[in-house]
């Protein structure tokens, strides 16, 4: 009600604005107050009233006095319970379908599952009739076989299960799409079976929708009359259910009787508003917990226990701090330079950093620890991994890079053994994995979105592959413990993953996918969902880790800086296919097409042609050899801004002719940018801050540009 008072409009007198509310608020209010008593509360007062206007002692005597109403509530006690279960069932059944699974007629199935309440329950008694009724389809063939549907316990039963059809499904359908089949997907991967799945993940995240749905259907199973009574044949003593009995004694002008049996209903009916009152409360409660996670801390900074503290000493431990620095290009006049499609710059010398591995405990690369053939991966008509192969050496950690949509996740789910290939094989060392269940795989999973189990604690979160694998007790305590040292959470045991910040989160996945000691270990994008510091902190993090666990590791991510800094080897991916793979260096320095080359990003473009062994470039022309054909093609030519010179005057050669059109600075590297009079577009530049002071150049100044290095791709052009 606060909310109205406090959002009067600007300017408008505030006094005025609250009275005029409150002329419509009141009467309002009054309105629906009058309704709902005279329409609900004073009948259902008045229905107990006149149960118990003779004292309590006749009430029992008249309830429990009348065999006939004694028979109606065994009845109803029989049809509902089975009515409710037999809608479980359905509702469960049907909502994992819908919810998990997209298949044609799925829509279909959503509609018709509402169907029970939109038809009068008259009706589907008459449908019933229709179907089991001596006339019916099945009438003579029931008659035949002895078997009595209608005018019996099982003709209530089925009209009891179609009207309440509806009541669980449409709880859970939408409970589980919000939930997502994330925490299942984990619980596969730490090697859960179905029916462990079931009980220890689904289940517990559903209780309280299927218990609100289960009160409201058995309530209404209990109450219901409309079909029941016109499959009943309402034979007093043997097919009267409790509504049905309440209307016999109402006929039978037994009314002191019929008020007894109908508080018995209207009892019912409280007791469900209350639960379902409880259980709303508490479902939002769960929420609000939910979203209160704590932001990260980075005041205390991550190191792992035993490991060297600064990482300044291992290379590629800071970051791949610009290739300029590791790199030395040999001095030679562009012309010479540009002949390149393909993997043709082999003209360059690969400083200390070079070679890309960072690990201290280097991978041995005679053994693969995975071994990617062939594999081919559809969905539908769209073929998502395309003849994939891809060797990961034993105890290196790989990275799978690529934009968003290059079948990256695809083709760490199937490694993992959680979506299965059209063609192709896996292998982990010698052994095949193809057909392996994920179970028998062993493999730790780490996912975008942590996937942590919601309903556990940070322990059982990291006990949960141990004890679908029925470890014992103490060696499990004793194994989360070890987990929890190394992820440095260890006071966090008892929390639940809600109370956790992101960083925090994350790590407990990572816990909980090395517990269960896996051959393998796979992260799809699993600092995606963080913020930049707390990523660029676990990324260093992750590298110490797998540094000293030296577990065979893929890393998914579309961040080339996560994929340079912390692997040892980069694998790119476009479109369900391998452009390249080699370490940082070798894809930083010899991209090998045009496209690694725009993925890798911050690189000056131009358009050109090639033709009889030379590349034009506008005034630009290089030497070619690799297009020796007189048919003029276009292709496009790529210079990065470090290599790229900047001059007052031109030198003779090759060059470009511009305006200084801004200029600014990172670290002590000055970035520059020059207007191309040729090409009219921004030029990139970068230059040490020495030459920069030497050159004094201004902005608006005219300057010559010269590309020490220039890439040209043919567009689609194979040699
Ligand atoms: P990435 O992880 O590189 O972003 P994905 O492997 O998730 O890419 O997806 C690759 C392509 O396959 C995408 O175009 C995606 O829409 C499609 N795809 C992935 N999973 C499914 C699926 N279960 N059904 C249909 N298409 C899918
Ligand atoms: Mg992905």
């Not at 992101?502 to 969902?529: N, T, V």
């Not at 540094?547 to 694998?571: K, R």
């Not at 790119?572 to 991209?591: D, K, L």
Request: hydrophobic share 45%; proline share 6%; with cysteine.
């Amino acid at each position: 009600m606060a909310t109205f008072e406090t959002s009067a409009p600007a300017g408008a007198s505030p006094r005025r604005a609250q009275q005029d509310r409150r002329l419509v608020r009141y009467p309002l209010i009054a309105a629906a107050l009058t309704v709902l008593t005279w329409l609900i509360v004073i009948p259902v007062i008045n229905v107990f009233y006149e149960a118990l206007k003779n004292g309590p002692s006749q009430y029992w005597k008249t309830l429990v006095g009348d065999p006939d109403t004694i028979a109606a509530i065994k009845l109803t006690l029989s049809v509902a319970p089975v009515a409710v279960l037999s809608n479980i069932v359905f509702g469960m059944a049907a909502a994992w379908a819908i919810a998990r699974f997209r298949f044609r007629g799925r829509g279909l199935l959503t509609s018709m599952i509402d169907l029970p309440f939109a038809i009068s329950p008259v009706v589907a008694g008459l449908i019933f009739v229709l179907l089991f009724g001596l006339q019916g389809y099945y009438g003579q063939w029931l008659r035949d076989h002895d078997i009595k549907i209608l005018f019996a316990l099982p003709g209530l039963i089925i009209v009891t299960s179609f009207v309440t059809l509806p009541f669980v499904a449409r709880e859970l359908i939408p409970l589980m799409e919000a939930i997502g089949d994330e925490e299942e997907t984990a619980a596969v991967s730490l090697g859960a079976r179905s029916w462990q799945l079931f009980w220890r993940v689904t289940l517990p995240n559903i209780k309280w929708g299927l218990l609100y749905g289960t009160i409201l259907c058995n309530a209404r199973a209990m109450g219901e009359f409309g079909a029941v009574y016109v499959v009943s044949g309402r034979i007093t003593g043997q097919t009267d259910t409790l509504p049905l009995r309440v209307e016999k004694l109402f006929q039978e002008y037994d009314q002191p009787a019929s008020f007894v049996v109908a508080s018995l209903l209207c009892s019912l009916a409280l007791v469900t508003l209350a639960a379902k009152t409880f259980l709303e409360w508490k479902t939002r409660r769960d929420l609000v917990a939910r979203q209160e996670a704590p932001e990260d801390d980075l005041t205390a900074p991550l190191a792992l226990p035993g490991l060297v503290p600064a990482m300044a000493g291992v290379p590629g431990g800071g970051g791949f701090a610009g290739p300029a620095a590791s790199v030395v290009v040999k001095e030679q006049g562009p012309a010479s330079q540009g002949r390149s499609t393909g993997q043709s710059h082999r003209s360059v010398e690969i400083g200390e950093r070079g070679g890309g591995g960072p690990s201290q405990r280097r991978p041995d690369p005679s053994s693969v620890g995975i071994s990617v053939r062939g594999v081919t991966k559809r969905f539908g008509s769209f073929t998502a991994l395309d003849d994939i192969h891809l060797d990961v050496p034993d105890g290196s950690l790989l990275a799978l890079l690529g934009p968003s949509g290059s079948g990256k996740t695809t083709l760490l789910r199937i490694i993992a053994g959680l979506e299965l290939p059209e063609r192709g094989t896996i292998h982990y060392r010698d052994e095949d994995a193809t057909r392996k269940s994920p179970r028998n795989r062993n493999v730790g999973f780490v996912f975008q979105h942590y996937a942590l189990f919601r309903h556990m604690s940070v322990f059982e979160n990291v006990a949960f592959g141990l004890r679908v694998r029925k470890w014992p007790e103490d060696r499990i305590r004793k194994r989360v413990r070890e987990l929890l040292d190394l992820v440095q959470l260890s006071s966090l045991e008892q929390q639940s993953p809600a109370q956790l910040s992101g960083g925090q989160r994350q790590r407990i996945a990572l816990a909980r996918a090395l517990a269960p000691d896996p051959k393998l270990l796979l992260l799809d994008e699993p600092f995606g969902a963080l913020d930049a510091r707390v990523r660029t902190e676990l990324r260093t993090w992750l590298r110490k880790l797998h540094h000293e666990i030296g577990l065979t590791s893929v890393l998914v991510t579309h961040d080339q800086e996560e994929a340079f800094e912390v692997a040892d080897q980069i694998v790119v991916m476009n479109r369900g296919r391998i452009e390249q793979s080699g370490t940082a260096s070798e894809i930083f320095e010899h991209p090998a097409n045009s496209f690694v080359l725009d993925f890798l990003g911050n690189v000056n473009v131009f358009h050109g042609r090639v033709e009889a062994g030379r590349a034009h470039v506008g005034g630009l022309e290089l030497s070619y050899p690799d297009y020796p054909h007189e048919e003029s093609r276009p292709a496009k030519a790529y210079v990065r801004p470090h290599e790229l010179e900047i001059d007052r005057y031109p030198r003779g050669g090759s060059c470009l002719r511009g305006t200084l059109t801004r200029v600014g600075r990172s670290g002590a590297v000055i970035k520059a940018e020059v207007l191309s009079e040729e090409f009219g577009i921004p030029l990139a530049v970068e230059v040490a801050q020495d030459r920069w002071t030497e050159m004094s150049l201004e902005q608006g100044d005219t300057v010559y540009v010269f590309p020490k290095r220039l890439r040209v791709f043919i567009h689609d052009y194979q040699i």
